[in-house]
């Protein structure tokens, strides 16, 4: 099993930045990547960014990419989102997620660790 553990959330103006970290332990040789995912009230859980657990390949959502960056401390076996130039349409709840396969996808129904979320607000 992997455990994951997020922190780093709070509360933001628009416009400003905050750092979430997840912190992955247990039988970590078995993740191939690490995403961050989000879900506002009322609707999906939705992709936000992805990187392979050696760093490389970082991917994103188009509503975030220039203004979010993830990236991976290795011997931390920990990965952050980066998120500046916040919006109040990115308020939402952060999960940080691991899968265990090379296949690239923003599905989240096939990653297959889940962290318990961090809670963004972003205010107007």
């Known amino acids: 099993q992997v455990q994951l553990g997020e922190s780093g959330g709070g509360l933001v103006q628009a416009g400003g930045s905050l750092r979430l970290s997840c912190a992955a332990s247990g039988r970590t040789f078995s993740i191939i990547q690490m995403g961050w995912f989000r879900q506002a009230p009322g609707k999906e859980r939705e992709f936000v960014a992805a990187?392979?657990?050696?760093?490389?390949?970082?991917y994103y959502a188009d509503s975030v990419k220039g203004r979010f960056t993830i990236s991976r401390d290795n011997a931390k076996n920990t990965v952050y989102l980066q998120m500046n130039s916040l919006k109040p349409e990115d308020t939402a709840v952060y999960y940080c997620?691991?899968?265990?396969?090379?296949?690239?996808?923003?599905?989240?129904?096939?990653?297959?660790?889940w962290g318990q979320g961090t809670q963004v607000t972003v205010s107007s």
């Open positions: 997620a691991a899968h265990r396969t090379v296949i690239l996808t923003t599905t989240p129904k096939v990653w297959d660790y």
């Open positions: 990187i392979r657990w050696s760093g490389s390949s970082p």
